[in-house]
T-cell receptor
Framework: GENVEQHPSTLSVQEGDSAVIKCTYS??????FPWYKQELGKRPQLIID?????GEKKDQRIAVTLNKTAKHFSLHITETQPEDSAVYFC??????????FGKGTRLHILP | DAGVIQSPRHEVTEMGQEVTLRCKPI?????LFWYRQTMMRGLELLIY????????DSGMPEDRFSAKMPNASFSTLKIQPSEPRDSAVYFC??????????FGPGTRLTVL
């Protein structure tokens, strides 16, 4: 069935360095790829999304890239800050409004 | 708009009891999703509705789980009877014309 794989499951980076989280998806019909950030004890919140008609999108320190041929998409956070510490989820649309989530990446920003 | 509203925020119950979780979607949003989140299994889609009609309930783990959406402003997820392995955070999320899913604050369920 449809699947989204996310790596790594845990990531520690020094404050100020960059963080990269990678996802792959299985459904070639997927055309919407959101990324959610979930802080401890809070709800997931959308931070950025990308559609299949573009290859890259940037919003300040956050960027996403999409390779439809390889069915890969990635989240890049530059100049990381302590408040970036959270769990990040990638997701891919599979039908109608339905999206399937990756298992999440716990990002630790080290002082 | 107050966003997606869920109640209760926390629920502690004993095994075998009935549990009802409630969700009020953002006004005008026509798709509603129920998710379960655990450390082991991550965010799992249980069921989703479009215009109050259940579209896909393939994620509902077993017959003990049921969900309804009697109108555009209210949905329930019921577990009867509850078991300790049902302990999780249950999120309701809704979408409107755009694809973004807005999550409610979640209900933390503990079944003893």
């Amino acid at each position: 069935g449809e699947n989204v794989e996310q790596h790594p499951s845990t990531l520690s980076v020094q404050e100020g360095d960059s963080a990269v989280i990678k996802c792959t998806y299985s459904d070639s019909a997927s055309n919407y790829f959101p990324w959610y950030k979930q802080e401890l004890g809070k709800r997931p919140q959308l931070i950025i999304d990308i559609r299949s008609n573009v290859g890259e999108k940037k919003d300040q320190r956050i960027a996403v890239t999409l390779n439809k041929t390889a069915k890969h998409f990635s989240l890049h956070i530059t100049e990381t800050q302590p408040e970036d510490s959270a769990v990040y989820f990638c997701a891919a649309s599979i039908q109608d409004d339905k999206i399937i989530f990756g298992k999440g990446t716990r990002l630790h920003i080290l002082p | 708009d107050a966003g997606v509203i869920q109640s209760p925020r926390h629920e502690v119950t004993e095994m075998g009891q009935e549990v009802t979780l409630r969700c009020k979607p953002i006004s005008g949003h026509n798709s509603l999703f129920w998710y379960r989140q655990t450390m082991m299994r991550g965010l799992e889609l249980l069921i989703y509705f479009n215009n109050n009609v259940p579209i896909d309930d393939s994620g509902m783990p077993e017959d003990r789980f049921s969900a309804k959406m009697p109108n555009a402003s209210f949905s329930t997820l019921k577990i009867q009877p509850s078991e300790p392995r049902d302990s999780a955070v249950y999120f309701c999320a809704t979408t409107g014309l755009a694809d973004e899913q807005f999550f409610g604050p979640g209900t933390r369920l503990t079944v003893l």
